[in-house]
């Protein structure tokens, strides 16, 4: 079976800090692929990253970085010098090439105080 | 401009009175899909098409039919709605199947089932 799970629901950071989302996923294929969308509040998907699982090497955009590591079935997504702007729910997501769907994962509400 | 276009945006509906959402994508992709997403469930698929006239269940397919006559055109139906049909739902478009592109998202169609 393939999963996505996203523990932290919810968390809340101060601008400036520092926060990074979790994302650790489970599937049987050898070939996947891994996403993170950003949902910001007025409700559009938008797409930041795809990663297959032959690529393990670590990806930085801006401020944005996120580190694959196969050996934890894990894709964590770290926002630097948050901002108010970078508030929205995070979904991470999979796609399996067995099953030819794009299963996400509960959602991180990240909230950035000013 | 590459999007995919969801109609309505907003609807509120009757329970039984059959409706449709309409997708249509610009960018020749062959692979459409339907999410429905609520809240802590993340998003769900609930049914997708790898091309014209090829379509399958998602994960949660129950009271919904698709059709793919062409392949810019993906519209979901609800036959007979009910209450618990009632969700924010986005239509996807990418490139292939393998999930080697990223999904582009509609806007949204927030339903409402009364």
């Known amino acids: 079976a393939q999963k996505v799970t996203q523990a932290q629901t919810e968390i809340s950071v101060v601008e400036k800090e520092d926060v990074t989302l979790d994302c650790v996923y489970e599937t049987r294929d050898t070939t996947y692929y891994l996403f993170w969308y950003k949902q910001p509040p007025s409700g559009e998907l938008v797409f930041l990253i795809r990663r297959n699982s032959f690529d393990e090497q670590n990806e930085i955009s801006g401020r944005y970085s996120w580190n694959f590591q196969k050996s934890t079935s894990s894709f964590n997504f770290t926002i630097t010098a948050s901002q108010v702007v970078d508030s929205a729910v995070y979904f991470c997501a999979l796609y399996g090439g067995a099953t030819n769907k794009l299963i996400f994962g509960t959602g991180t509400l990240l909230a950035v105080q000013p | ?114």
Request: hydrophobic share 30%.
């Open chain 2, 1 to 114: 401009e590459a999007q995919v276009t969801q109609n309505p945006r907003y609807l509120i509906t009757v329970t039984g009175k059959k409706l449709t959402v309409t997708c249509s994508q610009n960018m020749n992709h062959e692979y459409m899909s339907w999410y429905r997403q609520d809240p802590g469930l993340g998003l769900r698929q609930i049914y997708y098409s790898m091309n014209v006239e090829v379509t399958d269940k998602g994960d949660v397919p129950e009271g919904y039919k698709v059709s793919r006559k062409e392949k810019r055109n993906f519209p979901l139906i609800l036959e007979s709605p009910s209450p618990n049909q009632t969700s924010l739902y986005f239509c996807a478009s990418s490139f292939n199947r393998e999930g080697g592109s990223e999904a582009f998202f509609g806007q949204g169609t927030r339903l409402t089932v009364v």
